[in-house]
């Protein structure tokens, strides 16, 4: 016999191997996909929201000093840059610690980004899947709803309800507890219509594929085939996206800061320690570089976490 026949022998004894072992076929192509694997961006993605995490938690505890405290930062009379007196990034206009009013500002635009992603995730896509599952007239009902939200712009929204419900009255200033509230609520508006489009998308797919149908004829309710059939396969979507929703709204808190509808001070925030630090840009570029580079690489970060969530929960139609 010659080469050429044991060579297509051997492709042949190949071919039937990997039928008769097609998810082992389909489990070895899966974990060389270059999309599985976190790769040296997603491992510095998750070290940085790491560290941005723990110091935001942890911040009373860490050796920072006080972000209230004024030190005398000054060089005759120019802002001390980074390094001066052990401090690392320096002051801020009245000579606060730039460092520790970063690290603490942390806490306040995290504790919004999360409150109001959380509020997307759970409100956006619940109406998300119920109109993607339903379809007709829930559909379309809500799909304008949620047009009608996005053709609005996000600061407009924001602003306009904590004017209303959260009024910058100097006779009776709003607690910090309350304009807190106010601004998750009302960040949380602006991510309820990405969160629900994308979920609406994916429950359209997913509501039409064989395992639903056939939970269908087997007599099976919406609810159960809702949340046993068509839920686990769109949380993948739905926090992928919501990951990117919370980037959007640590830059919408600071767009809220610098219209003054943001973080009250002396609470510090990312948003308006960059509101304070834009009185001295000529002077430093310190107080408005620091925190806007820490909103800058959170907000990358965020955004590509959310890419690597979508490539590995990613199911190829062939596999199933």
Do not use: C, K
């Not at 071919?15 to 192509?29: I, L, Y």
């Not at 119920?130 to 809500?142: E, M, P, S």
């Not at 993948?236 to 767009?255: C, D, H, Y």
Request: no cysteine.
């Amino acid at each position: 016999m010659s080469s050429t026949s044991l060579d297509r022998s051997d492709a042949g004894a190949d071919a039937v191997a990997d039928a008769a072992h097609p998810a082992d076929t389909a489990s070895d192509a899966g974990a060389l996909r270059p999309g599985r694997r976190l790769g040296v961006g997603g491992v510095g993605a998750g070290v940085w929201l790491g560290l941005v995490l723990l110091g935001a938690v942890l911040a009373p505890w860490l050796p920072v000093d006080d972000p209230e405290q004024v030190f005398d930062l000054r060089t005759g009379q120019a802002i001390a840059g980074p390094g001066t007196d052990g401090h690392l990034l320096g002051g801020d206009a009245i000579g606060r610690d730039l460092f520790a009013r970063v690290v603490w500002g942390a806490r306040s635009s995290l504790l919004l980004a999360v409150g109001s992603g959380v509020i997307g995730l759970l409100v956006g896509g619940t109406l998300g899947l119920v109109a993607g599952y339903y379809r007709g007239l829930a559909d379309t009902v809500l799909s304008g709803v949620f047009d009608t939200l996005l053709s609005i712009p996000a600061i407009i929204r924001a602003v306009a309800m904590v004017a209303v419900f959260a009024p910058p009255d100097p006779a009776r200033p709003p607690t910090d507890l309350r304009r807190m509230t106010v601004l998750v609520l009302a960040l949380g508006v602006v991510s309820i219509p990405i969160v629900a489009r994308i979920a609406r998308a994916s429950a359209l797919g997913w509501s039409q594929r064989e395992f639903v149908l056939a939970a269908r004829v087997s007599g099976a309710t919406h609810r159960r085939i809702l949340v046993q059939e068509v839920l686990p396969n769109v949380v993948p979507a739905m926090l992928s996206v919501s990951l990117l929703g919370i980037g959007v709204v640590i830059v919408a808190e600071g767009g809220l800061s610098l219209l003054g509808a943001g973080v009250q001070l002396p609470t510090p925030s990312w948003g308006n320690i960059i509101f304070e630090g834009q009185q001295t840009i000529y002077e430093t570029p310190w107080p408005v570089l620091a925190p806007a580079m820490a909103i800058f690489l959170t907000v990358v970060s965020l955004n590509h976490l959310g890419d690597v969530l979508q490539s590995r929960f990613e199911i190829r139609d062939s596999g199933l």
